[in-house]
T-cell receptor, first 115, second 115 residues
Framework: AQSVTQPDIHITVSEGASLELRCNYSYGATPYLFWYVQSPGQGLQLLLKYFSGDTLVQGIKGFEAEFKRSQSSFNLRKPSVHWSDAAEYFC?????????????FGPGTSLSVIP | EPEVTQTPSHQVTQMGQEVILRCVPISNHLYFYWYRQILGQKVEFLVSFYNNEISEKSEIFDDQFSVERPDGSNFTLKIRSTKLEDSAMYFCASHGDPTGANVLTFGAGSRLTVL
């Protein structure tokens, strides 16, 4: 069965510092991987996705993520964090064998940014 | 940019009452989903819906839950007799890619509070 773990429940970084949010997945085949962001009281916004090809993917708001098959990881990175990046971040994995397959979310990492 | 619209944004109800949460997916999308997020917890899959029938449902989606696409635009989630543990944020999502590269677009959510 698909599963996603995000080892860090909460991370605090200083504004301008670099950021890495960890994500590990369990899946028997090549997964489709996503990062979503949820600002307080808001819905889920897609940051980036990985389907195939280049293992380093670029997303919106200056985020990038790297797929490492050998480590079953899909970590999210940003070189310089802005105060507006404070939010909840969810890694998700999809099977996508059919067009109506579901996406499974990890537990989320809450990011706080210190001015 | 097209968006998924959910109403109401917040509903308070008494235990045992019926609740209907409404969603208007993006107009050319064909695949619809409901997810829920209990406060402080992860986003959980409830149900997927395509071609006017349920494609997949989770263990959470028991007989108290039902989904319907009553017309060409709305997609509803009904909880027949609400329980305290149904209190959560409910997210509707949709996608329109029949190839399976289903990047879900989420609505802002409907917060349900059961008293």
């Amino acid at each position: 069965a698909q599963s996603v773990t995000q080892p860090d429940i909460h991370i605090t970084v200083s504004e301008g510092a670099s950021l890495e949010l960890r994500c590990n997945y369990s899946y028997g085949a090549t997964p489709y991987l996503f990062w979503y962001v949820q600002s307080p009281g808001q819905g889920l916004q897609l940051l980036l996705k990985y389907f195939s090809g280049d293992t380093l993917v670029q997303g919106i708001k200056g985020f990038e993520a790297e797929f490492k098959r050998s480590q079953s990881s899909f970590n999210l990175r940003k070189p310089s964090v802005h105060w507006s990046d404070a939010a909840e971040y969810f890694c998700a994995v999809g099977r996508l064998w059919t067009s109506y397959d579901k996406v499974i979310f990890g537990p989320g990492t809450s990011l706080s940014v210190i001015p | 940019e097209p968006e998924v619209t959910q109403t109401p944004s917040h509903q308070v109800t008494q235990m045992g009452q019926e609740v209907i949460l409404r969603c208007v997916p993006i107009s050319n999308h064909l695949y619809f989903y409901w997810y829920r997020q209990i406060l402080g917890q992860k986003v959980e899959f409830l149900v997927s819906f395509y071609n006017n029938e349920i494609s997949e449902k989770s263990e959470i989606f028991d007989d108290q839950f039902s989904v319907e696409r009553p017309d060409g635009s709305n997609f509803t989630l009904k909880i027949r007799s609400t329980k305290l543990e149904d209190s959560a944020m409910y997210f509707c999502a949709s996608h329109g890619d029949p190839t399976g590269a289903n990047v879900l677009t989420f609505g802002a959510g409907s917060r349900l509070t059961v008293l």
